[in-house]
């Protein structure tokens, strides 16, 4: 089992920037490749971002966060980051953190993930 516990979601102007924190427990952290997914009521679960478990420069992004998102992990923390800028208003969503292990490919499948945090909520107002 791994927990995972958002943080960092909030209301920001457009333009502005935030950074959510993913704190994880239980199985070796470092082990799972990590993954955002945002969702906004009544729209399918949406793929941000993922870094494989030996993190470097094996991250992959959505098309729509490309060069404003960074996703990035701190195995001594146990933790996973996603640095935001340049938000807009269509970046407003819940934003989940997924764990999945290192045997799982395409991380942009939410399938792929067993382990899901509560969420953290990003409003951004224009």
């Known amino acids: 089992q791994v927990q995972l516990v958002e943080s960092g979601g909030g209301l920001v102007q457009a333009g502005g920037s935030l950074r959510l924190s993913c704190a994880a427990s239980?199985?070796?952290?470092?082990?799972?490749?990590m993954g955002w997914f945002r969702r906004v009521p009544g729209k399918e679960r949406e793929f941000v971002a993922a870094i494989r478990w030996s993190g470097g420069i094996n991250t992959y992004y959505a098309d729509s966060v490309k060069g404003r998102f960074t996703i990035s992990r701190n195995n001594a923390r146990n933790t996973v980051y996603l640095q935001m800028n340049s938000l807009n208003p269509e970046d407003t969503a819940i934003y989940y953190c997924?764990?999945?292990?290192?045997?799982?490919?395409?991380?942009?499948?939410?399938?792929?993930?067993?382990?899901w945090g509560q969420g953290t909520e990003v409003t951004v107002s224009s």
């Open positions: 239980g199985r070796t952290f470092s082990n799972n490749n």
């Open positions: 997924a764990a999945a292990p290192n045997s799982r490919n395409i991380l942009s499948d939410w399938v792929a993930y067993p382990y």
